[in-house]
């Protein structure tokens, strides 16, 4: 420490500090002294800073000690601090020199005695049933016959075996395991998080979601369990839309998770047999089922069948049915031919009787009086309104007929304007009005020439003039006739019989 000295002042031998170096000195006396401590006491005012790092108190009836415990550390506490609650915080003693405190950095948080762990539970039960989350009416029904279950639990313990073997006893399902942490400070989030991963997946995706699902661990102390008392995991199983079994301890154990899932079953095995019926049992149920459908089907037939014969026995027979209408038959088949003579006879008498009234003189007065009638009859009958009717009828056709005329001759004198029209068009774009300035059309055969070394290469040529065509012949490789002509003439040597002037 004599580093640390200063001169005295004269008359006095009393060291003298600055603050920091006091303050460093108190701190290293502290943390040198006390080294890593565990304290008892209740746990005061609990928070939790933007940084992430945890503030609280602990105290006694009479002291207050403050603790601190590190974003980084909190993750590795198996008991997150909630103020009233009886715990053993275990850390170093330090100094934080710029306010002049000291305070116990906790890296573990234990609560003291299972009195204090269920007096936290007994207030979360409390806290969660007034929200509503442990009503009746809120729990979802479950399958019958799922086709997937979800398993969440640890995959190495004997829990998964037992469920898999009675599933596989009773009903063989498809089986999705989540491993977890069952005990432990990871045990809550990662229960949690696999309820929540479950309800995430797809309905008959690559990897479908499960119709059930099974939340299960052995049994323990309150310590091993208090995992599924967080309320984390108890708001994560109320918000599954899955419907959820909780399987968690033995009988005797109550975890939170079992107030709020849909199911409790008291062991592991008793959650696989909530979860599927026996495949058996189900089968000699279907079997027993289809043979009493059978029996009431024959006992049905059987009854209508006795009933059917009882009604029969009042019918009478056939035969006997019959014997009357053709005794009757018989009888008017007797009687018809004389009756058919009487008819015949009746009718002549009748006949004779109505021609001997009629006489020449009566049907003349019979004639001429339906005579009378018609001629008045066609007396009444008028045909003036149906002329008249017929006049005008033929004076509308007339007109119309005179506009349709009328219609039609404009209609074709406008198209034959337009075909004229057409006309003058075409033959002035048309190249026999150029061929009237003095322009002519060169074909050999039906090939049209445009250049000189084509017409030299065919014999027979055609040109077109405005008049008319004209054919030509020519060699073949000879120049045209005009090329010839203006060819100028060579001149004749000097004849020897006529001498120089010069």
Request: hydrophobic share 35%; charged share 30%.
């Amino acid at each position: 420490m004599s580093d640390l000295l200063d001169d005295p002042v004269p008359g006095q031998n009393t060291p003298e500090y600055t603050v920091s170096e006091i303050s460093g000195e108190v701190k290293r006396t502290l943390e040198g002294s006390f080294g890593r401590v565990r304290v008892r006491g209740e746990v005061g005012r609990v928070f939790r800073a933007r940084s992430g790092h945890l503030y609280y108190d602990i105290k006694d009836d009479r002291n207050v000690l403050a603790c601190t415990t590190w974003k980084g550390q909190i993750a590795g506490l198996s008991v997150e601090p909630e103020e009233g609650l009886e715990v053993v915080v275990t850390g170093r003693l330090t100094a934080f020199g710029a306010q002049s405190k000291y305070n116990l950095n906790v890296d573990e948080v234990a609560v003291a005695g299972q009195g204090a762990l269920m007096a936290l539970l007994e207030k979360r039960k409390k806290q969660l049933e007034s929200e509503g989350l442990f009503a009746p009416e809120r729990k979802k029904p479950l399958p019958y016959l799922p086709q997937i279950i979800g398993v969440v639990t640890s995959p190495s313990g004997a829990v998964i075996r037992d469920i898999l073997h009675r599933l596989r006893d009773r009903f063989p399902r498809k089986v999705l395991i989540w491993p977890v942490a069952v005990q432990g400070a990871n045990c809550a989030p990662e229960v949690s998080r696999a309820i929540q991963g479950f309800n995430a997946l797809t309905p008959g995706g690559a990897l479908p979601r499960p119709d059930l699902l099974i939340v299960a661990r052995g049994g323990g102390s309150i310590e091993d369990l208090w995992g599924f008392n967080e309320e984390s995991v108890a708001r994560a199983a109320a918000a599954s839309d899955i419907p959820l079994i909780s399987a968690v301890g033995h009988e005797t154990d109550t975890t939170l998770i079992d107030f709020v899932s849909d199911r409790r079953a008291p062991t592991p095995t008793a959650a696989a047999e909530l979860a599927v019926p026996v495949r058996m049992e189900l089968l000699a149920w279907t079997g027993e089922q289809g043979a009493r459908l059978s029996r009431a089907a024959t006992d049905a037939v059987q009854r209508r069948s006795q009933r059917l014969r009882d009604l029969s026995r009042a019918l009478p027979r056939a035969d006997s049915l019959l014997d009357s209408p053709r005794q009757r038959l018989d009888q008017v088949s007797d009687r018809l031919p004389s009756a058919l003579i009487r008819g015949v006879q009746t009718r002549r008498v009748k006949l004779l009787d109505i021609s001997g009234h009629l006489r020449p003189s009566t049907l003349r007065s019979l004639v001429e009086t339906r005579h009378d009638r018609w001629r008045n009859l066609s007396s009444r009958l008028s045909l003036r309104p149906i002329r008249r009717e017929l006049d005008t009828r033929r004076d509308t056709l007339s007109r119309l007929s005179d506009r349709l005329t009328t219609a039609q001759t404009t209609r074709l004198d406008r198209l034959r304007q337009q075909v004229e029209a057409t006309d003058r068009l075409r033959e002035t774009l048309s190249y026999k009005a150029t061929l009237e300035r003095g322009y002519a059309v060169v074909r050999a055969g039906d090939q049209l020439l445009t250049r000189k070394a084509d017409a030299e290469q065919h014999t027979n040529l055609e040109i077109q003039f405005a008049d008319g065509r004209l054919s030509t012949r020519q060699s073949p490789g000879s120049e045209p006739a005009s090329a010839q002509k203006s060819a100028p003439k060579k001149s004749k040597p000097d004849s020897p019989d006529q001498g120089s002037l010069f």
